[in-house]
């Protein structure tokens, strides 16, 4: 037992940059295809980090640098207890609270790039940390359980009992992911309105911490969206990998929108999908 | 070894801050047009960063003027060692047919050193590309130079 919890501890840490840095560079390369260019190599955010943790190290504020290493040990501790298949409420909050630390560390700099996009960023928090709850609560009302164990202990595929919660995980996941039309604080994209928005007074090593710390996140959230068809792997892969490929169209047909837009829509639209589908689950 | 794939990752990932100073824009739009599906200059791992923090290559056009040296030289100081100055066009260069007016201090060299020089009026794609990736090989010349 100890043994595979050893193992499953660190498949979760390597798995996290491993699997997310692929993620993120097969995400440029159809960004780009989209665009009729063709496109970074695969193996491109893997030179970027590396080359960050090359560059000179200026950091712009003590609490930055903490706060970075904070988000990165948060993120990843949240998917290692999601590939030891713990307490699902547990994985958001610790999530959550790296989450918080990236957007403090950006409040910490004087930046008005970097407040203003810590700003966008706590407005994105504000907007898709209750949809995720919801999610995790129909879950439960689902299987009995908040533990991921008992979602893999189904016989039938969540997806079928969870339709609604699904499409509002889709709106946490382009959130999640930085995604247009709520790249707001910060995006993929080289330039935005707020240069590097929350990212902005990140630098070098520090900024190479931020994007493994992502990576970690950006496996999590998938984790997530494969709990919906647990009951044999080539499902999950497939419906991952076409809500990825949905997310990346998704990235190139939209605008960036403002927060008023994403908060309005993201709470009218994800908490009554939500309540729909666990109004069903409670009656049936 | 480590050093060989640091290397390795830093020719492959140049960061580039483009920074119009006081130029006419035909250069600044021939910068723009390396980005396009015609030049693709993601295919190199370029980015054109908005944030000096996050730059190695730092292209420069236009003519340098008395209020706007100060932001040149600031925005150098801003990024992380090692970093690699191209300057571009004939007024970058030199001043151009600015060279001579009362509020130009001149060629983009004359507050900040510069590694590259890429001549032209407005500079091409094909060299803009060209200076970037003489640029680079400036530039593990000095990262080899930091680390020993």
Same mark, same amino acid.
């Given at each position: 037992?100890?043994?595979?919890?050893?193992?499953?501890?660190?498949?979760?840490? =390597?798995?996290?940059?491993?699997?997310?840095?692929?993620?993120?560079?097969?995400?440029?390369?159809?960004?780009?295809? $989209?665009?009729?260019?063709?496109?970074?190599?695969?193996?491109? *955010?893997?030179?970027?980090? !590396?080359?960050? #943790?090359?560059?000179e190290?200026q950091?712009?504020?003590?609490?930055?640098? $903490?706060?970075?290493?904070?988000?990165?040990?948060?993120?990843?501790?949240?998917? =290692?207890? /999601? &590939?030891? %298949?713990?307490?699902?409420?547990?994985?958001? /909050?610790?999530? @959550?609270?790296?989450? =918080?630390?990236?957007?403090?560390?950006?409040?910490?700099?004087?930046?008005?790039?970097?407040?203003?996009?810590?700003?966008?960023?706590?407005?994105?928090?504000?907007?898709?940390? *209750?949809?995720? !709850? $919801?999610?995790?609560?129909?879950?439960?009302?689902?299987?009995?359980?908040?533990?991921?164990?008992?979602?893999?202990?189904?016989?039938?595929?969540?997806?079928?009992?969870?339709? &609604?919660? /699904?499409?509002?995980?889709?709106?946490?996941?382009?959130?999640?992911?930085?995604?247009? *039309? /709520?790249?707001?604080?910060?995006?993929?994209?080289?330039?935005?309105?707020?240069?590097?928005?929350?990212?902005?007074?990140?630098?070098?090593?520090?900024?190479?911490?931020?994007?493994?710390?992502?990576?970690?996140?950006? =496996?999590?959230?998938?984790? &997530?969206?494969?709990? #919906?068809?647990?009951?044999?792997?080539?499902?999950?892969?497939?419906?991952?990998?076409?809500?990825? #490929?949905?997310?990346?169209? !998704?990235?190139?047909?939209? @605008? %960036?929108?403002?927060?008023?837009?994403?908060?309005?829509?993201?709470?009218?639209?994800?908490?009554?999908?939500?309540?729909?589908?666990?109004?069903?689950?409670?009656?049936? | 070894?480590?050093?060989?794939?640091?290397?390795?990752?830093?020719?492959?990932?140049?960061?580039?801050l483009h920074f119009?100073c006081?130029?006419?824009?035909?250069?600044?739009?021939?910068?723009?047009?390396?980005?396009?599906?015609?030049?693709?200059?993601?295919?190199?791992?370029?980015?054109?960063?908005?944030n000096p923090m996050?730059a190695d290559i730092f292209l420069v056009?236009?003519?340098v003027?008395?209020?706007n040296k100060q932001v040149l030289r600031n925005l150098y100081d801003q990024i992380p060692e090692p970093k690699v100055v191209v300057a571009?066009?004939?007024?970058g260069?030199?001043?151009?047919?600015?060279?001579?007016?009362?509020?130009?201090?001149?060629?983009v060299d004359k507050v900040i050193p510069v590694d590259?020089?890429?001549?032209?009026?407005?500079?091409?794609?094909?060299?803009?590309?060209?200076?970037?990736?003489?640029?680079?090989?400036?530039?593990?010349?000095?990262?080899?130079?930091?680390?020993?």
């Amino acid at each position: 037992m100890t043994g595979h919890v050893l193992m499953m501890i660190v498949a979760g840490l =390597v798995a996290g940059p491993l699997l997310g840095g692929l993620i993120a560079g097969f995400d440029r390369i159809l960004t780009a295809r $989209f665009q009729s260019r063709i496109g970074p190599p695969l193996l491109q *955010p893997f030179y970027d980090v !590396i080359k960050l #943790f090359g560059k000179e190290k200026q950091v712009v504020n003590v609490w930055q640098a $903490f706060c970075a290493n904070a988000y990165l040990t948060a993120a990843s501790i949240s998917l =290692v207890l /999601f &590939f030891l %298949r713990s307490d699902l409420l547990l994985i958001l /909050f610790i999530q @959550a609270v790296g989450a =918080v630390f990236l957007v403090v560390g950006a409040f910490s700099s004087t930046s008005p790039y970097s407040q203003a996009g810590a700003h966008r960023e706590l407005l994105q928090i504000l907007c898709y940390e *209750p949809l995720l !709850i $919801f999610i995790a609560v129909g879950i439960y009302l689902h299987t009995g359980s908040f533990k991921i164990e008992a979602v893999y202990a189904l016989k039938q595929p969540l997806l079928l009992k969870l339709p &609604f919660l /699904f499409l509002v995980l889709n709106f946490v996941l382009t959130i999640k992911l930085r995604k247009s *039309p /709520f790249d707001l604080s910060t995006s993929h994209h080289a330039h935005q309105e707020l240069v590097k928005g929350l990212l902005t007074d990140y630098s070098g090593p520090i900024l190479a911490l931020t994007e493994i710390a992502h990576w970690y996140e950006t =496996v999590l959230v998938l984790g &997530f969206c494969s709990l #919906f068809w647990t009951t044999n792997p080539l499902g999950a892969i497939l419906l991952v990998g076409i809500t990825y #490929f949905v997310e990346i169209w !998704i990235d190139n047909v939209s @605008a %960036r929108m403002n927060w008023r837009w994403m908060l309005g829509y993201g709470w009218a639209m994800g908490i009554t999908l939500s309540l729909v589908n666990l109004v069903w689950l409670y009656v049936r | 070894m480590f050093e060989k794939i640091l290397t390795k990752a830093r020719m492959l990932s140049p960061w580039v801050l483009h920074f119009d100073c006081g130029s006419c824009n035909g250069c600044d739009i021939e910068v723009l047009a390396c980005l396009t599906p015609v030049y693709d200059l993601e295919r190199f791992g370029i980015i054109n960063t908005g944030n000096p923090m996050h730059a190695d290559i730092f292209l420069v056009t236009g003519t340098v003027n008395h209020r706007n040296k100060q932001v040149l030289r600031n925005l150098y100081d801003q990024i992380p060692e090692p970093k690699v100055v191209v300057a571009l066009g004939a007024c970058g260069l030199t001043g151009g047919v600015f060279r001579e007016a009362y509020n130009v201090v001149g060629g983009v060299d004359k507050v900040i050193p510069v590694d590259v020089y890429v001549p032209g009026c407005p500079a091409k794609p094909e060299a803009i590309i060209d200076g970037v990736v003489l640029g680079l090989e400036k530039f593990r010349q000095k990262a080899s130079a930091m680390h020993s």
